[in-house]
């Protein structure tokens, strides 16, 4: 009688163990998975939850928080889905961004969804968690928003800082530039000058000469005129002949006498230029070295010495 029933034993234990072999081998359903679940990347995070609504039909909501540049974005919409045999599509009817569908493969320990967006294929991988972890997960998108927009304003800020230096040694540099330009006209004139200066001098002998030849023919008419008068008296026409002699040669002095006055005014601006020419120079070169001072970085170097500044004022003095 022992022996039936270790036999009955055996047959009860078979459909057992292949219930348990059938079991192992079930996909899963909507009703055996988590239904919140997050996915976290850098930049993103993902938040879906869903609900059974009946077997292997679900529908429920998905939050995203993106970081856009140096922005968060956040974005929630509905969703259904069906999950079968290992797999889960999630349609969105209003949309998830340019995303209207979802699909992939799901276990209780995980979940991949791939979709097609405006900006190509997209993936992301979804591990069980709670609503606690989506939101320090969007927290940190919002530090690492807050982080681009320190970084983007430190750059600006650096960028504005370069720029400004730039600028300003531009600005030096441009200054002696100015200064060799403004010296090199300087150290132009004197000589210029001094070569009128030299010409001017030069009329003056020619202006004496004239003056001193004048002079003297005066004096032999009005010496002829006094012999001619002297020897026929007023009424003799010779007299009034030299008379007008004498009176042309007056005129000849006058002239002779303008010409002159012409003549040293003109050595006297001419001397008058020099000396600005010598206060321009020393002008000049005081501008230069301290345009050059204020350069000590810069690309422009002084292009005149002042050995000849100071040839320059001493040929004038």
């Known amino acids: 009688m022992v022996a039936p029933i270790a036999g009955r034993a055996r047959f009860v234990v078979l459909p057992m163990m292949l219930a348990g072999i059938v079991m192992v081998g079930c996909s899963p359903s909507s009703s055996t998975l988590p239904n919140t679940w997050v996915s976290a990347a850098s930049g993103s995070a993902v938040l879906i939850q869903w609900t059974e609504t009946r077997s292997g039909q679900v529908s429920g909501q998905v939050e995203s928080v993106t970081l856009q540049g140096q922005q ?5 919409a509905s969703f259904t889905g069906t999950v079968a045999n290992s797999s889960v599509s999630l349609t969105f009817p209003q ?10 493969t799901v276990t209780d320990q995980e ?5 097609s967006g405006s900006s190509g294929p997209q993936s992301y991988n979804f591990t069980p968690a709670s609503v606690a972890t989506f939101h320090t997960d969007a927290a940190r998108i919002d530090q690492e928003a807050t982080a681009a927009q320190a970084s983007a304003s430190a750059a600006a800020a650096s960028a504005q800082a370069q720029a400004s230096a730039s600028a300003a040694q531009a600005a030096r540099d441009q200054a002696v530039t100015n200064a060799n330009s403004t010296l090199g006209s300087a150290l132009a004139a004197p000589p210029s000058d001094v070569q009128q200066l030299n ?8 202006d004496l000469s004239s003056f001193a030849t004048d002079w003297s023919q005066m004096q032999h008419d009005w010496q002829t005129e006094q012999q001619d008068q002297a020897a026929g008296g007023c009424s003799d026409g010779q007299v009034g002949a030299d008379a007008g002699q004498v ?8 002239a002779d006498g303008g010409s002159l006055n012409a003549s040293l005014a003109s050595v006297q601006g ?14 000049s070169w005081q501008a ?3 345009a050059v001072s204020q350069d000590q970085g810069g690309s422009v170097s002084a292009a005149y010495s002042y050995s000849q500044v100071e040839k320059e004022i001493s040929g004038i003095n």
């Open 270 to 283: 001419d001397i008058g230029q020099l000396h600005q020419d010598a206060s321009a120079l020393s002008g």
């Open 111 to 115: 979940m991949t969804l791939n979709g």
């Open 199 to 206: 010409s001017d001098l030069g009329a003056l002998p020619g």
């Open 95 to 104: 949309g998830l961004g340019t995303i209207t569908t979802l699909t992939g």
């Open 72 to 76: 968060t974005q956040n974005q929630t």
């Open 288 to 290: 230069l070295s301290e």
């Open 247 to 254: 009176g042309a040669d007056d005129g000849s002095i006058g």
